[in-house]
């Protein structure tokens, strides 16, 4: 089965500043996608940022980036010049590929913003 | 129309109750999930729908019946609860399976507490 593990459970940044949050995994698969849910206060989950396995090329949202190590089996997620409404819960998610349902979540990592 | 709906945001319910909560999406989308969030903790995974199937039930004890009257909507409808049932309940969409990506959309939630 597949596992993700995010290391850290908090993390703070500044404003404005750079932050990365760390996310590893387990699978003998080679087909899947990784994807970087974020969970505000308000508590709706929102897609941040998605990568398939098969693309050598790093995701890139705005200000928020993924660094895709597939050896490695590691899918950091970057935010550049953090802001306030960048404070949740992030969680990295796991898919399969074909047909297969199922995202398998890390445990999330709760990012605060200070001013 | 980019949007998960969940009704009610709120549920408060005896363990004698008798409740139903409510999802709907009008993105097209054939598959429709219904997951458990507990404070601080990743979603789990509750049951799936694929065309209006079930496609997917993780070993939910039976007091939880989820329906699929069709494409766009979802219940989940619960009976004799306890109180560790207690949790956030979200609902998800995505489009069907062996899409690529086939990113999963989250609703708001309902926040139920059981007495």
């Known amino acids: 089965a597949q596992t993700v593990t995010q290391s850290q459970p908090e993390m703070s940044v500044q404003e404005a500043e750079t932050v990365t949050l760390s996310c590893t995994y387990d699978?003998?698969?080679?087909?899947?996608?990784l994807f970087w849910y974020k969970q505000p206060p308000s508590r709706q989950m929102i897609l941040v940022i998605r990568?398939?396995?098969?693309?050598?090329q790093n995701a890139t949202e705005n200000r928020f980036s993924v660094n895709f190590q597939k050896a490695a089996k590691s899918f950091s997620l970057k935010i550049s010049d953090s802001q306030l409404g960048d404070a949740a819960m992030y969680f990295c998610a796991y898919r399969s590929g074909g047909s297969n349902y199922k995202l398998t979540f890390g445990k999330g990592t709760l990012l605060t913003v200070n001013p | 129309d980019t949007e998960v709906t969940q009704t009610p945001k709120h549920l408060v319910m005896g363990m004698t109750n008798k409740k139903s909560l409510k999802c709907e999406q009008h993105m097209g989308h054939r598959a429709m999930y219904w997951y458990k969030q507990k404070a601080k903790k990743p979603p789990e995974l509750m049951f799936v729908?694929?065309?209006?199937?079930?496609?997917i039930n993780e070993s939910v004890p039976s007091r939880f019946s989820p329906e699929c009257p069709n494409s766009s909507l979802l219940n989940l409808h619960l009976h004799a609860l306890q109180p560790e049932d207690s949790a956030l309940y979200l609902c998800?969409?995505?489009?069907?399976?062996?899409?690529?990506?086939?990113?999963?959309?989250f609703g708001p939630g309902t926040r139920l507490t059981v007495l």
């Open positions: 998800a969409s995505s489009q069907s399976s062996g899409v690529l990506y086939n990113e999963q959309f």
């Open positions: 990568q398939e396995a098969y693309k050598q």
């Open positions: 729908y694929s065309y209006e199937k079930l496609s």
């Open positions: 699978t003998s698969e080679s087909d899947y996608y």
